[in-house]
């Protein structure tokens, strides 16, 4: 494959650059949906940072095409493209806010390139989804299975069947904007091979090796990322600090944006 | 007959705890964080939780763990970004171990400033409409592993058609020859078997071009054009001179005015003129010419082929380029019908047209083609392309 210029990698994530700050900030959304997931706290940063919102290749308005199933089997194709992502735009000393697996992926990103990041803000990670021996993951293998399965029948839709929706809504007025359900759809076959990537990777091993500080954002009853696997990973993490929002869910950024805005500010302003 | 006042509000009120708890649908109201607040009796009974136990569940906590993932990383945030989702299908799991497929649609309701005030999901049974989906789903799968199993079918058919006219051609080609030979060694007295002979073998190479040109139009490489820059003239008369040998008892008139060069291809051309010819001579009326003419003109290029007879039925003439389209109403004739559609192609590799009219005054067809303008010309004999490709015939 030819080497991608600097406006070839900006365009393959759809990344958007805003804020008054020179501090870059970068934002990466998880499993499932695309950038909007930042659009409730995004703009309290826009003031004193330099934010970089992106989707990652498969997601949001990527580019489809670049979809490598071989490269973005692990979550080191990921983490590649952030890195490609803060060169071409000559960034570093980067604070990284990462939802989900994409926390998982900053993690990965910070030890293939030191310097990158100067700290970790990390909502509603987990470094493994699976229960093994103590470890309480939140899911049995059996259940891994299950979803995994479910995906490939795709009897529930996943990753939406949503053309006709979008089709059937004309004239409703909260489509005026954006189209019905667009943030969150995209090709069933990658949110197909996505799901078995993020659920099927075990990286507890890196978190010894994280040596940037970190800010664990945990949700109280989180059915992706139980509180067990918060107080995990902050144990096995030298610099870490973890915080247990009273939001529930996985999404804290959407259900509860002021206090998640709030913790992120404690922990970058100490 | 009641008062109004007082009592009416309140069977209203009862009217609408009624409407909410006893209905085919399932209802839940959530708070903004999405804990359930109140479901009715029908959600109850679907996941055999009681409404009590239901208070203070997640949506997710009713769904099965495909469902539940999809809810989390998906729905919850479609529906915190665009205040709703709809006609989603899920799969409930119960408390016993049931499992129900729904269709979901959520919206949230929101305070003046913007913030989720409550949620309200509306569920409806799906079981058999998804399970009518799912047969549509494995029909269309049936039918289309069934459509591509004939295409390969046809496509095989198609290619042993081509292969066999192909390896046809040299037998036949040896029986020519051999004829020749009789011609010269047998006596006067077995001419009319000689002319039986020729007339036979000459219809089966015809027979033979004819379907080899179709199987490849039909495969898709269509009427491939070798165009030169060609004197017609010595071509015509010499498709004229092999029917007169074909059919001796038959006047063939000829008016040629092709005295400048067509860029065209002139196997096609004679292939053209010869199936023209032999169908006026088939079809037309045994006693009477058959007329050739074929001009030059500054723009045009121009044959036609006219026979007296029996005009060709209105039905036959809306599909004569039709391949195997027959007179069946005159059995005693023979081809497989592929003649005029071949013809047809010709012409369309050319950018020509074919047309022709039919009455009881006399049947005639015209190849009438467009020669290129004078600053494209190029001298005798030289090769324009190898052809003009493909020429899908479907």
């Known amino acids: 494959m030819s080497r991608l210029n600097n406006m070839d990698i900006l365009r393959r994530n759809n990344v958007i650059v805003k804020g008054n700050g020179s501090r870059p900030m970068m934002f990466a959304h998880g499993f499932g949906c695309d950038q909007n997931m930042w659009r409730y706290v995004v703009p309290a940063f826009e003031e004193n940072f330099k934010v970089v919102l992106f989707d990652h290749v498969g997601s949001g308005k990527s580019d489809l095409s670049a979809y490598d199933p071989d490269k973005y089997a692990k979550l080191e194709g990921y983490a590649q493209d952030i890195i490609e992502i803060a060169d071409s735009l000559r960034i570093s000393d980067i604070i990284f806010v990462g ?6 992926i900053g993690m990965i990103a910070s030890q293939l390139a030191p310097g990158l990041f100067t700290s970790l803000v990390l909502v509603g990670p987990s470094p493994s989804y699976i229960n093994d021996g103590d470890y309480i993951g939140g899911f049995t293998r059996a259940q891994i299975e299950e979803l995994l399965e479910s995906l490939d029948q795709n009897h529930l839709g996943w990753s939406m069947a949503m053309a006709p929706v979008i089709m059937g809504n004309p004239d409703r007025k909260e489509l005026s904007e954006e189209l019905a359900n667009s943030f969150c759809s995209t090709d069933p076959e990658i949110t197909k091979h996505f799901a078995r990537t993020t659920f099927l990777t075990d990286k507890r091993e890196i978190l010894s090796g994280v040596d940037v500080p970190s800010l664990i954002l945990q ?21 870490s600090t973890l915080v247990v929002l009273k939001a529930t869910g996985h999404c804290p950024n959407l259900s509860a944006p002021e206090e998640t805005i709030e913790a992120i500010r404690n922990f970058l302003s100490p | 007959m009641k008062p109004p006042g007082h009592s009416d509000v309140n069977d209203l009120q009862a009217n609408f705890e009624d409407f909410f708890e006893t209905t085919l649908c399932g209802f839940i109201i959530a708070d903004p964080q999405g804990s359930i607040l109140r479901a009715n009796t029908t959600i109850a009974a679907w996941t055999s939780y009681s409404a009590h136990e239901l208070k203070g569940k997640r949506f997710s906590d009713l769904l099965t763990i495909g469902g539940k993932i999809y809810y989390e990383t998906h729905l919850w945030p479609l529906l915190r970004m665009q205040g709703f989702f709809d006609e989603v299908v899920l799969e409930l799991a119960g408390n016993t171990g049931q499992k129900i497929r729904v269709m979901v649609n959520a919206f949230e309701r929101r305070d003046a400033a913007g913030r989720p005030h409550f949620i309200r999901y509306t569920v ?42 192909h390896d046809l051609r040299n037998p036949l080609f040896a029986i020519t020859m051999a004829i020749q030979v009789l011609e010269t060694s047998l006596g006067a007295e077995n001419a009319d078997l000689i002319a039986i002979l020729k007339r036979s073998t000459f219809r089966m190479k015809e027979l033979v071009t004819s379907i080899t040109d179709f199987a490849r139009s039909r495969l898709g490489e269509g009427i491939v054009l070798n165009r030169q820059n060609t004197l017609l003239n010595p071509v015509l008369e010499q498709v004229v001179a092999e029917m007169r ?108 047209s074919l047309t022709f009219t039919s009455n009881e005054e006399r049947t005639c067809f015209t190849f009438r083609m467009n020669v290129d303008p004078p600053a494209a010309r190029v001298p005798p004999g030289s090769n324009i392309d190898a052809g003009t490709g493909p020429h899908n015939a479907g």
């Open chain 2, 245 to 352: 040998l074909v059919y001796p008892a038959r006047e063939i008139d000829t008016e040629f005015d092709v005295a400048r060069p067509v860029v065209c291809d002139p196997h096609r051309i004679a292939q053209l003129l010869s199936n023209l010819l032999g169908n006026a001579l088939t079809h037309g009326d045994a006693n009477s010419p058959v007329l050739v003419r074929a001009s030059r003109e500054d723009e045009t290029f121009q044959i036609s082929v006219c026979n007296k007879g029996v005009p060709i039925p209105p039905d036959l003439q809306a599909r004569l380029f039709t391949p195997f389209v027959r007179n069946e109403s005159r059995p005693s004739q023979h081809g497989l019908g592929l003649g005029l559609y071949i013809c047809a192609e010709i012409a369309r590799a050319h950018h020509a």
């Open chain 1, 219 to 239: 949700c109280s009853e989180d059915v992706i990322a139980p509180q067990s696997v918060g107080e995990y990973m902050h144990r096995h993490m030298k610099d």
């Open chain 2, 124 to 165: 409806l049974k799906a079981s058999d409409r998804l399970q009518y989906e799912q047969n549509l789903l494995q029909a269309k799968k049936i039918a289309e592993h069934e459509l591509a199993r004939q295409k390969e079918i046809a496509t095989l058919r198609e290619q042993l058609i081509a292969v066999l006219g």
């Open chain 1, 99 to 104: 939802h989900s697996v994409s926390a998982l």
